[in-house]
């Protein structure tokens, strides 16, 4: 993936392009965090370091009244764990950081929507607000197959954004998975 930098931090060029076709719209003020596109590009530079490190391309981070307070990647094949996707792991760093398992005024930032279980664990970390980019056919729990997040039987419910910079979210997994293909793994 070829890239450039912003604020001394390295984007993906689809983004770069969006941030010359439109620099007033690239940084689209958010109600807390000052920005979802510029958060969903951070996620997105984490989803290119699990390539880089030959995980599924998945990037989470989380952000608590303005500050970014976890970042995280997949890390199933590194750690040999299956719960090692990046929203937990986002999950259990912010919950680190801010001394709490209740992840009240944060918002998440995933490059894909959450699966059943990182669902179920924003549910219970009482996560307020989900951002995502690429929506999941196969496995989304927040919009695509279930509606986990705005279920009302549940005790917790999160406001959901969907498809922020979903064009790059969504062609990084393309790629991995059709290089997986060429090699004939996975």
């Given at each position: 993936m070829t890239r450039d930098s912003f604020d001394g931090e390295e984007l993906p060029v689809e983004v770069q392009r969006n941030r010359?076709?439109?620099?007033?719209?690239?940084?689209?003020?958010?109600?807390?965090?000052g920005g979802d596109a510029r958060w969903m590009a951070k996620a997105l530079q984490l989803a290119q370091r699990?390539?880089?490190?030959?995980?599924?391309?998945?990037?989470?981070?989380?952000?608590?009244?303005?500050?970014?307070?976890?970042?995280?990647?997949?890390?199933?094949?590194?750690?040999?764990?299956p719960t090692a996707h990046a929203e937990l792991i986002a999950i259990t760093q912010a919950a680190a950081s801010i001394g709490t398992w209740r992840l009240e005024h944060c918002t998440l930032y995933v490059t894909?929507?959450?699966?059943?279980?990182?669902?179920?664990?924003?549910?219970?970390?009482?996560?307020?607000?989900?951002?995502?980019?690429?929506?999941d056919p196969k496995a989304g729990a927040v919009d695509s197959l279930y509606q986990l997040l705005s279920d009302p039987r549940l005790n917790h419910r999160a406001q959901v954004c969907p498809g922020v910079l979903a064009e790059p979210c969504g062609q990084i997994l393309t790629w991995f998975f059709e290089e997986k293909r060429r090699q004939g793994k996975k």
């Open positions: 010359e076709a439109d620099p007033s719209g690239f940084l689209v003020d958010s109600q807390e965090d699990a390539m880089d490190e030959d995980e599924v391309p998945v990037g989470a981070l989380i952000v608590h009244r303005g500050r970014m307070i976890a970042a995280a990647w997949n890390q199933r094949e590194q750690l040999q764990d894909l929507e959450p699966c059943p279980m990182c669902a179920g664990a924003i549910v219970q970390a009482r996560i307020p607000r989900v951002v995502y980019g690429a929506r």
